[in-house]
């Protein structure tokens, strides 16, 4: 089974073709609604967007806005990623507070007191954010308190076309960071240090349009494992990154499962019954995920013994335990610790997804549970998720999709 094009990754680069001024073509870009999202907000802001397949093409030639609308704010927090390139762009920048959403509050301190500290005016009025850049971006030296992914995006994008030299120090260092650097530097810009917690992004004058092949998704790829490890299926996934893996495959290797690494290609057999998690924290990268958080702990609802989660990540990021034992799943949460109490097995039962990889967990959960499981809200799995239902009826399970 191919896994599909990385959902963070693909976002953030197509915020990033902004800042070409020509034409951008991205391979490999999963269909799910964020991109459409995406897709939607580069358009408002004058690009002429192109898909065919997995393929997108953005020319950004002509940018005649500066704003997100508020529903797409809304819509898609992540959205928050185009602040730092629609600057860079035009100078100027309005869109919302992205509010909180299904994992909590998403602060977005980090990102603003960056993009002042490089120049950036912010005033809110309602909501609203109106951004602008009198004197132009400036180069400075940036340091994180904590290694947002999205934050450092933002700089990124705001300094690669700055006035001198950018230092981020505590920076992110997941893959999607490293892909956007190869992104930026193959349209020009001079982007050092990505996937260490140091970043030196040197200014440069103008970006031109490149070609880029977006990274595999690890948690997809991390998803699909659970689905196999859960009902002790071996599958064989193809176009994975092993490397981006790493923090996700001791776990199944402590589940008990065989794992064969081959080139680009990794094979699971899982074992009869399922061992148990002792300690699965998430933590930034090359940390635990901790989008594969939920997806892991629908596996371990049916392993021998007691499994124990930390989420140190997001501050709500348990909404499927209730759903979990809904299906007869046994987990108690206490503040960021979820401890589950492998059973011998689940019983189908109607679950609602409330968010994108909890959702995941729910269908995840279900394929192991005695009798019929309907999963509600697939709309926020098809947010991170491309066509998961035929995914997993082409790897044998008895799916599908009913009309929402
Ligand atoms: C990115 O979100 C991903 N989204 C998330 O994936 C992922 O869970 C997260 O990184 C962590 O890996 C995209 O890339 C589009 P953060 P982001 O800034 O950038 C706090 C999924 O399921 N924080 O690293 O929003 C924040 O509240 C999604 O695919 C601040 O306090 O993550 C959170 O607790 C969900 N202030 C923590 O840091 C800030 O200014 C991690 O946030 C920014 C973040």
């Given at each position: 089974m191919r896994v599909h094009g990385a959902k963070n990754s693909t976002l953030p680069l197509l915020a990033a073709c902004?800042?070409?001024?020509g034409e951008c073509v991205l391979h490999?870009?999963?269909?799910l609604s964020d991109v459409g999202i995406t897709i939607q907000i580069l358009r408002h802001l004058g690009c002429q967007v192109q898909r065919e397949g997995s393929t997108v093409t953005v020319d950004s030639s002509q940018i005649h806005n500066f704003d997100i609308p508020d529903e797409w704010m809304r819509e898609m927090r992540s959205s928050i990623v185009f602040l730092g390139a629609i600057l860079a762009r035009t100078g100027k920048a309005e869109l919302s507070f992205p509010g909180g959403c299904e994992l909590g509050p998403r602060p977005i301190d980090l990102h603003l007191s960056a993009l002042k500290k490089l120049g950036v005016q912010i005033h809110e009025d309602h909501g609203r954010l109106h951004c602008s850049v009198r004197h132009g971006l400036r180069g400075k030296n940036i340091g994180f308190s904590f290694p947002s992914v999205g934050a450092t995006e933002n700089v990124m994008l705001a300094t690669v076309l700055a006035k001198g030299t950018t230092v981020i120090t505590n920076a992110a260092c997941e893959p999607e960071i490293c892909d956007l650097a190869a992104f930026l530097n193959a349209c020009g810009a001079r982007v050092q240090g990505?996937?260490?917690s140091t970043i030196v992004i040197q200014g440069v004058e103008h970006l031109h349009g490149c070609e880029h092949h977006v990274i595999p998704d690890r948690i997809a790829a991390a998803t699909l494992l659970s689905a196999a490890a859960v009902t002790g299926s071996g599958i064989l996934l193809r176009g994975i990154e092993p490397a981006h893996l790493e923090p996700v495959l001791p776990v199944f290797e402590e589940a008990g499962c065989e794992l064969i690494v081959r080139g680009k290609e990794l094979t699971i057999m899982p074992p009869e019954r399922l061992s148990p998690l002792q300690s699965v924290r998430t933590m930034p990268?090359?940390?635990?995920p901790t989008d594969a958080q939920a997806p892991i702990m629908a596996m371990a609802c049916v392993a021998q013994g007691t499994s124990v989660f930390v989420?140190?990540?997001?501050?709500?990021?348990?909404?499927h335990v209730g759903e979990l034992t809904r299906l007869g799943a046994r987990i108690k949460v206490e503040g960021r610790v979820a401890v589950i109490e492998g059973v011998g097995h689940l019983s189908g039962a109607s679950v609602q997804a409330a968010d994108l990889r909890g959702g995941a967990a729910l269908v995840v959960a279900g394929l192991a549970a005695e009798g019929v499981t309907q999963v509600n809200h697939v709309r926020y799995i098809d947010r991170g998720y491309e066509h998961l239902e035929q995914t997993l009826a082409q790897l044998g399970a008895n799916i599908v999709r009913l009309d929402d």
């Open positions: 902004l800042l070409c001024g490999n870009c999963p269909q990505a996937g260490s990268y090359p940390g635990f989420e140190n990540i997001f501050e709500s990021r348990y909404k």
